[in-house]
Structure formats: structure tokens, C-alpha cells
């Protein structure tokens, strides 16, 4: 794996940790904070739950996976980013949202991005 593999393993696994666990332990106050309010805390909790598994899998795979574990983990992550960065992208197109919400797109077409650069690089 590339030293730039690396390191944006390093930098999702940080970020999924940090918002997962705030989602899943103070969702109201988190998205409060950042002006997206009102919330669901349900549906905030099930999310920050999902960032955390998904964590662990970028801990998996930085920690030695093979070429065909790593492969599988980036197709899920690609998946996961690009959807819901069109999902994000349907309401910021339609309607006004915070600051926050734009962010929330930029960093998931960012991230769906470079999974599909990890994917394009691993057929090298």
C-alpha cells in the first residue's frame, strides 16, 4: 500500500472516530454546535455507529490487510462516500442549509474521490 494510502486511512479512521463517537454519545449537541438543528438523535446515533465500524475497518486494513481485503474495503468506502455525497448534494442544490451541510458534501465527494483513486491504483 502507498504511503498516501496510509495516511488517508489514518485521516478517515481519526475523523470516523471523532464524529462517530460524538454522534453516538451527544448527537444533540454536536449537530446543535455546528447550527444543523433540529436533529434526529436516533438516526444521529445509528450514523455515529456506522462511522465507528467503519473505522475499525480502515484500523483493519492499515494494519496489514492483503491487496483483496483492501480492494473489497475501498469499493465499500467509494460506495458509501459518493452516495451519500449525492444524497447530501439533492437538499444543498434545493434549499438553504448551514455552512456545516456544505462541508458534510465537500468532505464526502472528497473522500469518494480518493477511494476511487485507491481502487484505480491497486489494478496498477
Not at 68 to 87: D, M, P, T
Request: charged fraction near 10%; avoid cysteine; glycine fraction near 8%.
Amino acid at each position: 500500500m502507498s504511503r498516501l494510502l496510509n495516511v488517508v486511512l489514518l485521516v478517515h479512521l481519526v475523523v470516523s472516530v471523532l464524529l462517530g463517537a460524538l454522534l453516538l454519545i451527544v448527537p444533540g449537541r454536536l449537530l446543535g454546535a455546528v447550527g444543523w438543528a433540529p436533529i434526529d438523535p436516533l438516526i444521529s446515533r445509528i450514523l455515529g455507529a456506522a462511522l465507528l465500524a467503519m473505522a475499525w475497518g480502515d484500523w483493519r486494513v492499515w494494519r496489514r490487510a492483503t491487496v483483496a481485503e483492501s480492494r473489497i474495503w475501498y469499493e465499500v468506502q467509494a460506495a458509501f462516500a459518493a452516495l451519500a455525497a449525492i444524497g447530501v448534494l439533492r437538499h444543498v442544490a434545493f434549499g438553504w442549509w448551514p455552512a456545516m451541510v456544505w462541508v458534510l458534501f465537500a468532505g464526502l465527494a472528497a473522500f469518494a474521490l480518493i477511494w476511487i483513486w485507491a481502487l484505480i491504483e491497486q489494478r496498477r
